[in-house]
């Protein structure tokens, strides 16, 4: 029997709903609300717009802002407990993936004891956590409709991959007014972390018909809209339809989950305390080179969904297709072209091909992997003169 499951939380999108925040707390059951929101937001004046819809519905609330850019593990316990002593009943978040991978992995802890690190894995939460409401700063992490929080091991020098329907927020809130505030340089990274979303969702050994449309979807939408996104920051148009990529993004992978290109990301993003998006965006088209003998067929759907005519091209050419149309995206909106702009020491490739395979994301990649395979795809991709995926050249 096949068996396959599908959540989502309450979407509210559209440009204005961040007015919508004090009803949405309230009708949860919330009288004090946890506000976090990362730095940028604060400074952008959101936090001020968002505690006056809070006011108005008569919420009390406590702002946390003090956490990095990649929320560490010690972080999220100095959240909790300041969560704790304010005695809030409810977690909103405002902001980008870190902002909502924070409040997540707080939530978390209020009602499941112990250290974040005893949930890193699969199903690991085993208690309800406190109503959650997500509004997303940023067109990338999908976040706000996921089932996954991703916290940086300050010890082991790893991000924590935590997966849970317990984590899915009850309510996510998705305001494109918000994007217009965000820099070029965030919203192509975070564009392109959205793309590697959608692909490897597509991809993904648990991908079901409902994931794929979603999945197709985002890709095509990212396709058509993130170099005008990153063009323009007040292309409404394009923040419009990037945000409803990520949501379409976001709900792909929380349901099907990922692949190795994400396992990658998170070893490298661990190690030099590295933004998700900037790290997958690099890696993506050689994991796609690498996986394609395992899922031919879906390449080409890639390729169209990205603009491209593949009716009288052979499956190889397809796929080919495909892999130099997320390179050409990546490359048009500045993405880095190879690890090594990213200071990526060729040594720390055999740790990190280890760790990956030890990633809740490899688990549904479309094709095995053993370290040295994945060590090659990590050589491939710092740009190293004579190394090939699978004999094609690089």
């Not at 993936?97 to 890193?120: C, F, Q, W």
């Not at 300050?154 to 991000?159: A, C, D, G, V, Y």
């Not at 890696?283 to 080409?300: G, S």
């Amino acid at each position: 029997m096949y068996i396959s499951k599908f959540v989502t939380p309450e979407i509210i999108f559209g440009t204005g709903s961040l007015n919508q925040i004090g009803e949405c707390c309230s009708r949860l059951g919330s009288s004090r609300v946890f506000l976090v929101a990362d730095q940028g937001i604060v400074n952008c004046g959101w936090v001020d717009k968002a505690t006056v819809f809070l006011r108005k519905a008569a919420l009390e609330y406590e702002l946390w802002s003090d956490f990095s850019a990649n929320p560490r593990d010690y972080e999220i316990a100095e959240g909790l407990e300041l969560y704790n002593d304010s005695v809030c009943d409810a977690v909103l978040a405002i902001g980008g993936g870190s902002a909502v991978d924070a409040a997540k992995a707080v939530a978390t802890l209020s009602t499941n004891k112990g250290r974040i690190h005893n949930y890193e894995g699969i199903d690991m939460i085993t208690e309800p956590l406190p109503p959650l409401i997500v509004v997303p700063s940023t067109a990338g992490s999908g976040a706000e409709v996921s089932q996954f929080a991703i916290i940086s091991d300050s010890n082991r020098k790893i991000k924590m991959t935590i997966i849970s329907k317990s984590l899915v927020p009850d309510i996510a809130v998705s305001d494109p007014l918000i994007l217009s505030t965000i820099n070029s340089h965030v919203t192509a990274h975070t564009g392109m972390e959205a793309l590697s979303h959608a692909v490897e969702a597509y991809l993904s050994l648990a991908a079901t018909d409902m994931t794929d449309i979603h999945a197709i979807h985002a890709i095509k939408l990212i396709s058509e809209n993130l170099r005008s996104s990153v063009a323009s920051q007040v292309d409404e148009a394009a923040k419009i339809a990037m945000g409803k990529a990520s949501l379409h993004a976001g709900i792909a992978f929380s349901n099907a989950v990922l692949g190795l290109a994400h396992a990658m990301t998170h070893q490298v993003g661990g190690l030099l305390d590295l933004p998700i998006g900037t790290i997958s965006a690099i890696l993506l088209p050689y994991v796609m080179r690498y996986n394609m003998i395992a899922c031919i067929d879906k390449y080409a759907i890639i390729a169209d969904a990205m603009g491209a005519r593949t009716k009288h091209l052979s499956k190889r050419e397809a796929a080919e297709k495909a892999i130099d149309m997320v390179q050409q995206l990546a490359s048009d909106v500045g993405i880095p072209s190879g690890l090594t702009e990213l200071g990526l020491p060729e040594e720390s490739i055999p740790e990190l091909s280890k760790n990956a395979i030890n990633d809740a994301c490899y688990i549904t990649n479309p094709r095995d992997a053993d370290e040295t395979e994945i060590a090659a795809i990590f050589r491939a991709a710092l740009k190293t003169k004579g190394v090939s995926i699978d004999g094609y050249p690089e």
